[in-house]
């Protein structure tokens, strides 16, 4: 046997020893979403049930998927959900106009504190995500209320479905309380439907295995040190797609996020528009499209009148308290703030100067710019700025990459500043570098 046949051999048998555990965990996942999601569905769908009914179909359900995979730790969700509906509930009795402001306030903290001072390292990692879904919902619910969305306070039925809907109570996305309730009224049954579960399974476990075993494979630990970042970058954003097809699944299987004619309307991430980029600003839109919504809508527009970077600040600082007291996600969502704030700018200036078309976003159709998407100037200067993103991409995502026993227990700042430091914070001095060109044009 020569040596490309052992090499072969050694590579198939790499693969199919990853392959076959990866997709049998994967699915043994989708197994229980598609179980308490389709049950919803199912008795949505062929029992005339009342309004509250479906709502307590949905909150039972919901419990019953979170108990059955994270166990005990639920209790820490179901404190959070009673505790926000008592605040929000007094404080409307109280006829009070800052719900919104006290209830996020408090669930923030509440949040950090469970992190800080309550639970252990292992528990926060399991419950992390769904807890910062819960309290995305929560905030959602005591805004709109503010602004008069709804015409009463809603019921702790109507509250415990939201929160505890089966459709995104693990994986997200978030959905507003008025895209909930419309869903859940609405019958339907179709082969398309089918056809959409089954295409979303394929995409999250193909994703799946691609974080796990492809490309952790075709690119060695051998390869120079950009590459090995792009590596294992690109692999933490598979495991991204990889969740939210998932979490398309597990909404598509209980009736939500479909037209009335069965088409799909739901989109999470678009892994198009991140791995050939056209601007960082593109990837924070797409990366997590209903939390870039929620971010935008109750943070972003907000903030707005304090002026573009304070806004721009404060959203990416409430998305890093949301997701944790975390120096690395903390570091990495101000970094991307900061670095897209750069670029958009830049990119203004050099549109205006240049006349080119290059803006952080598509130019619509009627653009006025003299050189227009496809010549030859404006391919050029946003080839340049794609890969600028591409290397921002690794140099960011790098940042994920760890051994278990490390994402357990979350990521330190030493180990956050050694993997920057690996690789020259190349990005930041960039930053900086496009930042002093901007304000010199």
């Known amino acids: 046997m020569d040596a490309e046949d052992v090499y072969a051999e050694n590579t198939w048998t790499y693969l199919s020893m990853c392959t076959e555990p990866t997709v049998y965990e994967g699915l043994k996942f989708a197994k229980d979403i598609l179980f308490s999601n389709l049950l919803l569905r199912f008795t949505i769908q062929f029992l005339p049930l009342p309004h509250n009914v479906r709502h307590s179909l949905s909150l039972i359900t919901g419990v019953y998927l979170l108990?059955?995979?994270?166990?005990?730790?639920?209790?820490?969700?179901?404190?959070?959900?009673?505790?926000?509906?008592?605040?929000?509930?007094?404080?409307?009795?109280?006829?009070?106009?800052?719900?919104?402001?006290?209830?996020?306030?408090?669930?923030?903290?509440f949040l950090l504190l469970c992190e800080i001072y309550?639970?252990?390292?292992?528990?926060?990692?399991?419950?992390?995500?769904?807890?910062m879904i819960a309290a995305m919902k929560i905030i959602s619910v005591a805004i709109e209320l503010d602004r008069n969305i709804y015409n009463n306070i809603l019921n702790p039925v109507e509250y415990g479905g939201y929160i505890f809907c089966p459709a995104n109570c693990i994986l997200g996305p978030w959905m507003s309380f008025q895209s909930y309730n419309k869903s859940l009224e609405v019958r339907f049954l179709c082969k398309r439907w089918f056809s959409i579960i089954?295409?979303?399974?394929?995409l999250s476990i193909s994703f799946l295995v691609l974080s796990n075993c492809l490309i952790p494979w075709y690119i060695d630990d051998d390869m120079p040190k950009w590459l090995i970042a792009y590596r294992d970058a690109q692999a933490f954003r598979m495991s991204h797609y990889f969740v939210s097809s998932m979490s398309v699944l597990s909404m598509v299987s209980a009736g939500f996020g479909l037209t009335n004619d069965c088409h799909c309307e739901l989109k999470v991430t678009r892994p198009s528009y991140i791995e050939i980029?056209?601007?960082?600003?593109?990837?924070?839109?797409?990366?997590?499209?209903?939390?870039h919504q929620w971010l935008k809508m109750y943070v972003f527009k907000t903030?707005?009148?304090?002026?573009?970077?304070?806004?721009?600040?404060?959203?990416?600082?409430?998305?890093?308290?949301?997701h944790g007291l975390n120096f690395q996600l903390s570091a990495v969502l101000l970094s991307i703030g900061t670095f897209s704030y750069v670029e958009y700018n830049l990119r203004s200036k050099i549109a205006l100067a240049l006349e080119v078309c290059c803006l952080a976003?598509?130019?619509?159709?009627?653009?006025?710019?003299?050189?227009?998407?496809?010549?030859?100037?404006?391919?050029?200067?946003?080839?340049?700025f794609t890969l600028i993103t591409i290397m921002h991409l690794a140099y960011l995502g790098v940042m994920f990459e760890a051994s278990f026993s490390v994402q357990e227990s979350g990521f330190s700042y030493l180990h956050t500043m050694s993997k920057w430091e690996n690789l020259n914070y190349f990005s930041h001095g960039l930053v900086v570098f496009m930042y002093i060109i901007y304000l010199m044009m």
């Open 67 to 109: 108990y059955n995979n994270i166990g005990s730790a639920i209790f820490w969700t179901i404190g959070l959900t009673t505790g926000s509906y008592t605040m929000i509930t007094v404080l409307s009795w109280t006829k009070s106009k800052r719900r919104s402001l006290f209830v996020s306030f408090t669930i923030i903290t």
């Open 361 to 384: 976003n598509p130019c619509l159709k009627q653009c006025t710019h003299k050189y227009k998407k496809n010549s030859l100037l404006a391919l050029v200067v946003n080839s340049i």
């Open 198 to 202: 089954l295409i979303n399974l394929i």
């Open 277 to 291: 980029p056209r601007s960082l600003v593109q990837v924070v839109v797409y990366w997590n499209i209903p939390m």
């Open 118 to 131: 309550v639970l252990n390292p292992k528990m926060w990692q399991q419950i992390r995500g769904i807890q």
């Open 303 to 322: 903030f707005q009148p304090y002026g573009q970077f304070t806004a721009i600040l404060i959203t990416y600082a409430v998305s890093s308290l949301l």
